[in-house]
């Protein structure tokens, strides 16, 4: 094509736009394909929604109906009297919230450490902290139990929060956002004579607010989720997180499916919440997560 | 400001630095110290001492009895473990390849000038936020004979299918929950890839006449390579080691026709009190885990790195 050399500026300005149409403009196809796959996600979120406050025998109704014909708010209620969902929630938050704290705070430490300072060995041990993110949970599981009954933990929030309360990814995050702040800042703090403690906790983690924020969201979820582990070591009704709970109630009362599924609804506002509020941090985590070195 | 230079003698100042760096090292030692001895007691004592128990024969609570490689050796010929181990397996590959299929379709879509493409990508993440316990509740109860899933079925023209009921149809029921509750994770990772890659590559090619499709092939996936590769495997490990659904919408039955490895190493040592066994098969899946990621660098990642 070479012609279009000589074409003059309009035509060919106009002749690059309709190949940016044609190759970026999304089509009536691409439109109804991502709306089908949006209808195909979100249907078990809203039948679950809609089921939660049907009358327990409309729900497998034949044929199938969408709409409860009456709100049985009741179900939520109900559920709450049948197990102690109150408590499983608090559980849940407690942990969670301690999980999330400890995580961030430690992870920063570690991060700020890793990034500013040099010690003998800091890469080897860098190195093999990345390592961690190679163990799958159930290869460990069964030492870990074993190491929270002999410090006498089973069944207690010490031994839910302290195995989790902190990861290799934490680390490796905090270390990369910190390391790009500059250095100089501290210094500078430091000839002002502000002691490494101060320097951590009025500058460090202050300006480490974003990744902060990030870390916390996905840790949050994560321990609000988890269930292999509070199944382990969880041995009575009224330390059950809600997931745990929620699976027992499932098999004990398998057949009360409204109630499940208002209990459902329930364990879910949490995440749901922080994901809508969160969003923005999550989704641009991700972008970085993919990449590679 | 008294600059340390000024404050000592000219002699000492090489010193003093030294001595400076010193305390600098052993204060970054000390902001790493809590991490490090976490990761020292919480995952290398700790798998270190799985890879002990998978010597010894243990019901967790008369000492262990070393035992040597007999667990390993008995594996090997444990129906129970081998076909727990093909279950697995065919799990893993089953829910990859449409996951991976999926995601990218998506993004390739999503990629284009698309309106509300925010919100389409908020509703693909809200299944992977989702708890799992709760996603494979729902599903358990969607999957029933006269649940949606069957009446879904039954408007294209399909016969009610025995979803949980079945050994076959279990197997994929699980796969569709892993893949629903996935596919949000890798399209927008996928996504942000193709986000990266600059317009302008794809118009030459096209005003130099090459097919969209050709563009995708020859000019996107290329560039993309990097990203698939890392939700590819990040996708295989979860796969691999999943455990919840399984556990919580067929507790592993049908029979034992859904019963994953993690689920038997669960089984197996909290249930029948057999952690020696148990950890060996743990060590077994960790080299699985490892294989396959080594294997998808190697094929697929040698220009990646």
Redesign the interface.
């Known amino acids: 094509?070479s012609a279009?050399v000589t074409l003059p500026a309009g035509r060919s300005l106009a002749?690059?736009r309709s190949?940016?149409n044609?190759?970026?403009?999304?089509s009536l196809a691409?439109?109804v394909?991502?709306i089908l796959?949006?209808i195909?996600?979100?249907?078990?979120?809203v039948?679950?929604v809609l089921?939660s406050l049907k009358s327990n025998d409309t729900?497998?109704a034949?044929p199938?109906q969408w709409v409860p014909d009456a709100l049985h708010w009741n179900n939520y209620s109900e559920a709450f009297e049948v197990a102690p969902f109150g408590r499983y929630f608090l559980n849940s938050a407690i942990v969670a919230a301690s999980v999330t704290a400890t995580t961030i705070f430690?992870?920063a430490?570690?991060g700020?450490?890793?990034s500013?300072?040099?010690?003998?060995g800091?890469d080897v041990?860098f190195g093999?902290?990345l390592v961690?993110f190679?163990?799958?949970?159930?290869?460990?599981?069964?030492?870990?139990?074993?190491?929270v009954r002999n410090f006498g933990w089973v069944n207690t929030y010490w031994g839910l929060i302290?195995?989790g309360?902190?990861t290799?990814f934490a680390?490796f995050m905090m270390r990369q956002f910190i390391q790009a702040i500059p250095g100089e800042l501290f210094d500078a703090a430091r000839?002002?004579g502000a002691g490494?403690m101060r320097i951590?906790l009025t500058m460090v983690l202050p300006l480490a607010r974003p990744a902060l924020a990030t870390l916390g969201i996905l840790t949050f979820?994560e321990s609000?989720?988890n269930?292999?582990w509070p199944?382990?070591v969880i041995q009575s009704d009224e330390m059950e997180t809600?997931?745990l709970g929620?699976?027992k109630f499932?098999t004990l009362y398998s057949s009360n499916?409204a109630q499940?599924?208002a209990m459902?609804v329930i364990?879910?506002l949490p995440?749901?919440v922080?994901?809508?509020v969160g969003?923005r941090q999550?989704?641009n985590s991700?972008?970085l997560?993919?990449?590679?070195? | 400001?008294s600059?340390?230079a000024n404050a000592v003698p000219r002699t000492d100042v090489s010193r003093r630095f030294i001595s400076l760096?010193r305390r600098?090292?052993?204060?970054?030692?000390?902001?790493?110290l809590?991490?490090?001895a976490?990761?020292a007691?919480?995952?290398?004592?700790?798998?270190g001492?799985?890879l002990y128990?998978s010597f010894t024969s243990w019901d967790?609570l008369t000492p262990p009895r070393w035992i040597g490689i007999a667990n390993y050796t008995a594996l090997l010929r444990d129906p129970n473990f081998l076909s727990s181990l093909s279950i697995t397996l065919r799990y893993t590959f089953e829910a990859v390849v449409p996951l991976i299929l999926?995601s990218l379709?998506?993004a390739l879509?999503?990629n284009?000038?698309?309106?509300l493409s925010g919100l389409?990508?908020?509703?693909?993440?809200?299944?992977v936020?989702?708890?799992?316990?709760?996603?494979a509740?729902?599903?358990?109860?969607?999957f029933?004979p006269?649940?949606?899933v069957n009446?879904a079925v039954g408007v294209v023209g399909v016969d009610p299918l025995p979803w949980l009921a079945s050994a076959e149809y279990a197997l994929h029921a699980i796969v569709i929950v892993s893949v629903?509750g996935g596919f949000?994770?890798a399209t927008?990772?996928?996504l942000?890839?193709l986000q990266s890659i600059p317009?302008e590559y794809?118009?030459a090619a096209?005003?130099?006449g090459a097919s969209?499709w050709r563009?995708v092939r020859d000019i996107t996936l290329p560039l993309l390579a990097?990203?698939l590769?890392?939700?590819t495997a990040t996708s295989v490990?979860a796969l691999?080691?999943s455990?919840?659904v399984p556990?919580?919408m067929t507790n592993g039955g049908p029979g034992t026709a859904t019963r994953v490895?993690?689920l038997l190493?669960?089984q197996t040592?909290?249930q029948f009190l057999h952690?020696g066994q148990?950890?060996a098969m743990?060590?077994i899946?960790?080299l699985i885990?490892?294989v396959f990621?080594a294997l998808q660098f190697r094929l697929f990642g040698r220009e990646?790195?």
């Open positions: 094509m279009d002749a690059n190949w940016r044609e190759l970026m403009t999304a691409t439109q394909l991502l796959a949006a195909v996600t979100v249907i078990p979120v039948w679950t089921s729900i497998f034949i199938m430690f992870g430490m570690a700020y450490g890793f500013k300072f040099r010690f003998p800091r041990v093999l902290i961690t190679m163990i799958p949970f159930p290869v460990i599981m069964i030492p870990l139990f074993v190491l302290i195995p309360a902190l290799g680390v000839i002002d490494e951590f979820l609000w989720n269930l292999l199944l382990i809600i997931p929620l699976t499932s499916y499940m599924l459902a364990a879910s995440v749901l922080v994901f809508i969003r999550i989704i991700l972008m997560s993919g990449i590679k070195g | 400001m600059s340390l760096q600098q090292s052993l204060v970054g030692i000390g902001f790493v809590p991490a490090v976490f990761f007691i919480f995952n290398f004592y700790a798998i001492y799985a128990l967790l999926i379709g998506l879509l999503l284009q000038r698309v309106r389409y990508q908020v509703i693909y993440f809200v299944p936020v989702i708890p799992a316990v709760v996603a509740i729902i599903w358990g109860l969607l029933r006269s649940g949606v009446n629903w949000g994770y927008l990772i996928l942000a890839g317009p794809g118009e096209a005003i130099d969209r563009v990097p990203r590769l890392f939700v490990a691999l080691t455990f919840v556990f919580v490895l993690p190493i669960y040592g909290f952690a148990a950890s743990a060590f899946l960790l885990t490892l990621t990646v790195l």
